[in-house]
């Protein structure tokens, strides 16, 4: 590896090969956690409260986490986020109790707190080296095709994996699940992605002094998480526009469970056995990030003609009632249609979403916009999976569909706030020409 500077162009290849390390083992999971965990023998309420120990812990440590790339580098904390991968990982794989797991959520949800944002800055910085306030965005566009690619092809062979059941059907081992094999892929992959970001990622070495410097900011900063999180509070409490929509967003975390963590419980009650739903959650989980792109290509068409605030309206209705279909119709095939659709929905309501909070945010606030409706996204799931989970465990995974879904469609009322001041927007240059006419 050299010792000098990368140039923008090697810089670029590593973020794409450390992105598609990163999120690879990512989709040859995502889709089968839930029927790892019941599998094992977790109530549906148990695997959601996993669900929502992942969720917690990443609400807690996502802005204690964030100064230390600055502090200490982004190589350090991105490494230290693929070991912690590599320990989440291998915490699922062995996990046979609730207990267990709590613990591999846990780690999981640190993992995602470290990993937020390192690999981009890292990259962004290493090009700024040489093309000094050089924009990157195409560069980074390309790193979120990336991603869903990544996951897209990961659950293919995830699929593929669990049909095959190579264990059972090659080495002749009857004890080990099919899903367990995709797991296990899953764990040898995140190993690869630490390897690989131990040899790719390159940065100067702080001087000691810097360092330390540097850390104790971060450990200062660290420490003003609750007054980062009062100031947001705070600012939801002076601005109802922004209120309304992080709880809109509150409402979408609801109707994620429903074709998050339920659809392939649904799909396994339909077919009967486990080891064909992870079969078929695969290449379906595939085809939903191809379709959650294209949802994101109709939101901008959308919010051209509707407004912006229509279409986040639009994306969340047509969503929530995408979920609650799932939880009626009687068939799989009718069942992956839905999904298929929801998921689509799901794309078009996250960019117009996104542009209502930076109307509503400026530069001295919009991390902490940004934070907040993720922190509170997060804290959202994290309260209402098990309770969505108990519903399924005690009437049925269909009734617990439904009831997300119809609450989820409640969160486009709270666009209304945004609509008006859309409006109001659109109005202002017309009234402030008539008065100066």
Same mark, same amino acid.
């Given at each position: 590896m050299s010792h000098g500077h990368l140039t923008p162009r090697e810089a670029e290849r590593r973020l794409y090969l450390l992105t598609v390390t990163r999120w690879f083992p990512v989709g040859l999971v995502v889709g089968i956690f839930v029927l790892v965990q019941t599998g094992r023998g977790l109530s549906i309420a148990q695997a959601a409260t996993v669900g929502g120990i992942m969720g917690i812990a990443c609400f807690l440590l996502e802005l204690p986490t964030s100064g230390f790339? %600055?502090?200490?580098?982004?190589?350090?904390?991105?490494?230290?986020?693929?070991? *912690?991968? *590599?320990? !989440?990982?291998?915490?699922?794989?062995?996990?046979?109790?609730?207990?267990?797991?709590?613990?591999?959520? =846990?780690?999981?949800?640190?993992?995602?707190?470290?990993?937020?944002?390192?690999?981009?800055?890292?990259?962004?910085?290493?090009?700024?080296?040489?093309?000094?306030?050089?924009?990157?965005?195409?560069?980074?566009?390309?790193?979120?095709?990336?991603?869903?690619?990544?996951?897209?092809?990961?659950?293919?062979?995830?699929? +593929?994996?669990?049909?095959?059941?190579? *264990?059972?059907?090659?080495? +002749?081992?009857?004890?080990?699940? !099919?899903?367990?094999? =995709?797991?296990?892929?899953? *764990?040898?992959?995140?190993?690869?992605?630490?390897?690989?970001?131990?040899?790719?990622?390159?940065?100067?070495?702080?001087?000691?002094?810097?360092?330390?410097?540097?850390?104790? /900011?971060?450990?200062t900063e660290s420490r003003q998480t609750p007054a980062v999180i009062h100031s947001g509070l705070r600012l939801l409490g002076t601005n109802r526009v922004l209120l309304a929509l992080v709880v809109a967003e509150v409402f979408w975390s609801i109707g994620m469970i429903t074709f998050e963590s339920l659809m392939p419980l649904r799909l396994e009650e339909m077919l009967g056995s486990s080891q064909q739903a992870g079969a078929l959650v695969g290449p379906v989980s595939a085809a939903g990030w191809g379709l959650f792109a294209?949802?994101?290509?109709?939101?901008?068409?959308? $919010?051209?003609?509707?407004?912006?605030?229509?279409?986040?309206?639009?994306?969340?209705?047509?969503?929530?009632?995408?979920?609650?279909?799932?939880?009626?119709?009687? +068939?799989?095939?009718?069942?992956?249609?839905?999904?298929?659709?929801?998921?689509?929905?799901? +794309?078009?309501?996250?960019?117009? /979403?996104?542009?209502?909070?930076?109307?509503?945010? %400026?530069?001295?606030?919009?991390?902490?916009?940004? $934070?907040? %409706?993720?922190?509170?996204?997060?804290?959202?799931?994290?309260v209402a999976a098990p309770l969505v989970g108990t519903l399924a465990d005690r009437a049925s995974i269909a009734a617990a569909m439904v009831t997300a879904g119809a609450i989820s469609v409640l969160g486009a009322v709270f666009y209304l706030p945004a609509r008006r001041a859309e409006r109001s927007r659109a109005l202002a240059p017309v009234e402030s020409g008539t008065l100066t006419g």
């Open positions: 790339a %600055d502090a200490v580098g982004r190589r350090p904390v991105y490494l230290a986020a693929a070991v *912690v991968n *590599v320990i !989440a990982a291998l915490a699922y794989a062995l996990a046979q109790d609730f207990w267990a797991f709590v613990v591999a959520g =846990a780690l999981m949800g640190a993992f995602r707190a470290l990993d937020s944002g390192p690999l981009e800055a890292w990259f962004v910085d290493t090009v700024h080296v040489s093309e000094p306030g050089a924009d990157v965005d195409r560069q980074l566009s390309r790193e979120g095709t990336l991603v869903g690619g990544a996951i897209a092809l990961g659950a293919v062979l995830s699929g +593929g994996l669990i049909w095959w059941d190579p *264990v059972r059907t090659v080495a +002749g081992f009857e004890g080990v699940s !099919a899903l367990d094999a =995709a797991v296990w892929v899953s *764990v040898a992959l995140t190993v690869v992605h630490l390897v690989a970001a131990a040899v790719l990622m390159h940065e100067p070495r702080l001087p000691a002094a810097e360092g330390r410097t540097r850390l104790a /900011h971060a450990l294209a949802g994101s290509w109709l939101a901008g068409v959308s $919010s051209a003609r509707l407004g912006v605030a229509r279409a986040a309206m639009l994306g969340r209705t047509l969503n929530a009632i995408g979920a609650v279909v799932m939880g009626l119709v009687a +068939g799989p095939v009718a069942l992956v249609v839905a999904y298929l659709f929801t998921y689509s929905m799901h +794309g078009m309501n996250g960019p117009p /979403h996104a542009a209502l909070l930076h109307r509503e945010a %400026d530069a001295s606030n919009r991390s902490t916009v940004l $934070s907040i %409706d993720s922190m509170m996204a997060f804290l959202a799931f994290a």
